[in-house]
Nanobody
Framework: QVQLVESGGGLVQPGGSLRLSCAAS????????TAWFRQAPGKEREGLAC????????LYADSTKGRFTITRDDARNTVYLQMSNLNSEDTAVYYC???????????????????WGQGTQVTVSS
């Protein structure tokens, strides 16, 4: 059974940084579009960043450009989201998602993805 497991969330002060990890089992993430989303209470799930399964380049939402970086470690079969200069509006549950097909560009639309993790809470507060 395919599993995506997020980790690395927690409490961080405004202006701080966190690195989230998404480890996969039963699928390989190399050549597979993988993305990070978040959902705050009362809000819709928001696409943040996606690493292409075709080029391995990152696609970013405007709200994260310059602050978030998505990378992949093929040896560890893990995708990361490095977040910096965090503020209270970044407080949310963060999810990773992966495409069931390989070699596709990816998207920041939640409906594009087939596999989802259980989420990790990120709280930005002083």
């Amino acid at each position: 059974q395919v599993q995506l497991v997020e980790s690395g969330g927690g409490l961080v002060q405004p202006g701080g940084s966190l690195r989230l990890s998404c480890a996969a089992s039963e699928i390989r993430l190399d050549h597979r579009a993988t993305a990070w989303f978040r959902q705050a209470p009362g809000k819709e799930r928001e696409g943040l960043a996606c690493i292409s399964g075709r080029t391995s380049l990152g696609l970013y939402a405007d709200s994260t450009k310059g602050r978030f970086t998505i990378t992949r470690d093929d040896a560890r079969n893990t995708v990361y989201l490095q977040m910096s200069n965090l503020n209270s509006e970044d407080t949310a549950v963060y999810y990773c998602a992966a495409d069931s097909e390989v070699g596709k560009a990816g998207s920041l639309v939640a409906g594009y993805f087939d596999y989802w993790g259980q989420g990790t809470q990120v709280t930005v507060s002083s």
